[in-house]
């Protein structure tokens, strides 16, 4: 027989293991996303679009060729041409690819003025920050981004005339993928919380203590537990046929995934009023009745504010799994990522845009983390101004819980 | 202060528990077991690979392969590569990275150059496949299209194919040269939609391919959902072709198969599908194993169960 002293430390060290373990877990998961996505982060990925625009253009007629001085500061990986008056640098774009961006053009130089090939305006020219994708010669071998910027220098000083010159803008920018979610996150919350809070009011002081009610408690717990790719599949058989039949969708669109969330967040709703209506104490409902309140007004005037804390509580465990269900979004909005958003249009949200990245060959880990840390700090905001304004309104209404 | 010393603790010891988890050995035991990583049989990376060692009844079935063998994704072969020590995979050469160890092929290095210079040798072909005439959603899609198709016969194309780390097929017209056939590009088609599928092996070049044509072809849309080589087939004049994920253009990291160059028991237009570049594959293995060149017969040995030590293969 152990003594009790023993044993006492024995358990007390265990809840320390348990502990460290979680602590454990959290800070590899967090250093880990910290460690791959850091070096990405940075203002340019959440403003700029996903898709590059390109260009392809020619030199004008009568461009002349000369030795630009410059005096711009040259570092070990910018190649400057005197005979082109431009400055190229290898570099990463927001996705961690190797590209040759454009970090000065003398004022004078050809490039300035160029035509352009394609359709649009006319003219076009080459400014700092553009990516060049590639230069071709008449009789020559290309210079290609892959091959690095001193080698395109080279190749450029050995010629005297360009035939095609196709340069971008920056691209793989999340921006179109916030404001999905931002979307995503405001529709699925017009959908699911009055029908959430409605149901849980229901069922908390209207419905009677019968097999129905019973029954009906039990399959809205049941909804909690099936996992999120079978609501997925119902989205694509219900509610996108549904959605395209009333607007003017053709596919997967923002309506039929909110939809579909909604679905899935119904339970979670449900349960989280439901429990915060319970433990608003009966004195409540009999001091209100007896003041001569009705039922309905008892519950929508005294009953509900009470439970207010805990309607907010459910409403941000609804905004979390918004931001991070990924499994129904792929059927029920679909995988391609885009900038200009509409509701009848396909879109990625966060989630399905590291899953995009990391279905990629070769998956993108260094993007995907770097999103992941956005989809963290964007939860911490949610928690702690959800927890600051429930405070606010608990002393506003004198309600403690 | 004894909440300070029990947190502290707490956080040390997790700390310590995070270490542990990162540690790995590194020496190299030659008499261990060689763990071997394949793709699917659906997968083109597979049929090329088989294909090219040899052993061409792998292509399609894991009956012949040794024993033990594990099944994975793109992704997950190289993740697998860097952290499992005694394994040997195999990915397309524009996935190579400097976390894994890609091995000579019969004393060739696996670079571009090599590629481009024909002297690398385990190689697969890229194909493309379209709709047949008429039956595309519009006048606008089926001529961009055909303008498409010929644009990959270009200079400019194969340009992007090489920056893009596939290996183009020569060429010599640049589109300068043949753009007048097409005058569908001198319009503004930002309102029209090309949706390219197929391969997600291709999907890199084929974006690269349709950044650059756009640019090309008045400013089109082009829409990427690529799933795999077999959908190419499905999607563009298959069974799906016309539901909601059908496509326009199609592509294939492989040859394509007999059957999948006929519909109901009629041909194929020889127009209708081709090839537009090569792609190198790469046995790989990870950093710290000591083998650096494999020949198609070791490979085929590894993969049919002939070696399973890797001192079959190592001989110091």
């Not at chain 1, 989630?351 to 840390?373: G, Q």
Request: hydrophobic share 45%; glycine share 8%.
């Amino acid at each position: 027989m152990l003594n009790r002293k023993v044993k006492e430390r024995l358990y007390k060290f265990t809840t320390y293991g348990a502990a460290f373990f979680s602590l454990g877990v959290l800070l590899m998961i967090i250093g880990f996303v910290f460690i791959n996505g850091f070096k990405l982060l940075n203002i340019d990925l959440i403003t700029h679009n996903y898709t590059a625009v390109t260009y392809i253009s020619d030199l004008n007629d009568g461009f002349v060729l000369n030795e630009y001085q410059s005096n711009i500061e040259i570092d070990e990986n910018t190649y400057y041409s005197q005979k082109w008056g431009v400055a190229l640098t290898d570099d990463t774009d927001l996705q961690g690819k190797n590209v040759i961006v454009v970090t000065y053009v003398h004022e004078d130089s050809p490039l300035n003025t160029l035509n352009n090939k394609g359709v649009g305006s006319l003219t076009l020219s080459l400014r700092k920050d553009y990516e060049i994708i590639r230069i071709a010669f008449d009789g020559a071998a290309s210079a290609l981004s892959s091959r690095g910027a001193q080698n395109m220098i080279n190749l450029l000083d050995a010629q005297d005339n360009i035939r095609e010159l196709e340069f971008q803008t920056t691209g793989g920018g999340i921006r179109g993928s916030i404001i999905t979610t931002i979307y995503l996150i405001g529709l699925t919350l017009i959908f699911a919380l009055p029908i959430g809070v409605g149901a849980a009011i229901y069922l908390n002081e209207y419905a009677k203590n019968n097999r129905f009610n019973n029954m009906l408690r039990t399959f809205i717990e049941t909804l909690t537990g099936v996992p999120s790719i079978i609501y997925g599949l119902m989205g694509l058989a219900i509610f996108v046929p549904i959605t395209i039949k009333l607007t003017s969708a053709t596919g997967g669109n923002l309506i039929s995934g909110s939809m579909t969330l909604a679905v899935i967040l119904l339970p979670i709703i449900i349960r989280t009023t439901e429990e915060s209506l319970k433990v608003v104490p009966d004195d409540y409902r009999y001091a209100s009745l007896a003041l001569g309140a009705s039922k309905t007004q008892t519950v929508f005037k005294v009953i509900l504010p009470s439970a207010f804390s805990g309607i907010l509580t459910a409403t941000l465990l609804a905004i979390g799994r918004i931001i991070g269900e990924s499994a129904a979004l792929v059927f029920a909005i679909g995988t391609s990522i885009k900038d200009d958003i509409y509701l009848t249009d396909k879109s990625a949200s966060l989630a399905v845009h590291i899953w995009s990245m990391m279905t990629d060959e070769p998956a993108n880990i260094e993007l995907s983390s770097t999103i992941a840390i956005i989809i963290l700090f964007m939860v911490l905001v949610l928690n702690i101004s959800v927890k600051l304004i429930s405070k606010r309104f608990m002393r506003k209404y004198g309600v403690t819980q | 202060m004894k909440k300070i010393k029990g947190l502290s603790l707490v956080i040390i010891l997790a700390l310590g528990f995070m270490l542990t988890a990162c540690q790995s050995d590194e020496t190299f035991n030659t008499d261990s077991n060689i763990t071997v990583y394949t793709r699917d049989t659906t997968s083109g990376t597979r049929a090329g690979f088989m294909g090219g060692i040899g052993f061409a009844e792998a292509e399609s079935s894991d009956d012949v392969l040794v024993e033990g063998f594990v099944i994975k994704d793109n992704t997950g072969i190289m993740t697998s590569m860097s952290t499992d020590e005694y394994g040997i995979g195999y990915v397309s050469l524009a996935s190579l990275t400097d976390d894994i160890k890609g091995l000579s092929y019969e004393g060739i290095e696996p670079t571009v150059d090599n590629v481009i210079n024909n002297t690398y040798g385990l190689k697969r072909p890229f194909n493309w496949m379209v709709r047949q005439a008429g039956d595309y959603p519009s006048q606008d899609v089926e001529d961009l299209v055909e303008a498409f198709v010929a644009f990959l016969t270009t200079t400019d194309a194969a340009d992007i194919i090489n920056n893009a780390g596939a290996v183009a097929l020569p060429a010599t017209q640049t589109w300068d040269d043949i753009k007048a056939d097409y005058p569908i590009t001198n319009q503004d088609n930002s309102t029209v939609t090309l949706r390219f599928g197929g391969s997600d092996s291709i999907q890199k070049v084929a974006e690269a391919l349709t950044q650059a044509f756009v640019a090309k072809a008045g400013n089109f849309v082009a829409d990427h959902d690529h799933t795999g080589s077999g959908d190419a087939y499905k999607r563009v004049v298959g069974s799906q072709k016309d539901e909601s994920v059908g496509k326009d253009v199609g592509f294939a990291s492989r040859p394509f198969k007999e059957t999948e160059l006929e519909v109901d028991g009629t041909a194929l237009d020889m127009d209708q599908y081709g090839q537009l570049a090569w792609d190198a594959i790469v046995a790989i293995v990870h950093v710290n194993n000591p083998l650096n060149n494999v020949s198609a017969e070791d490979l085929k040995k590894i993969y049919d169960g002939t070696y399973l030590l890797w001192s079959d293969l190592i001989s110091e």
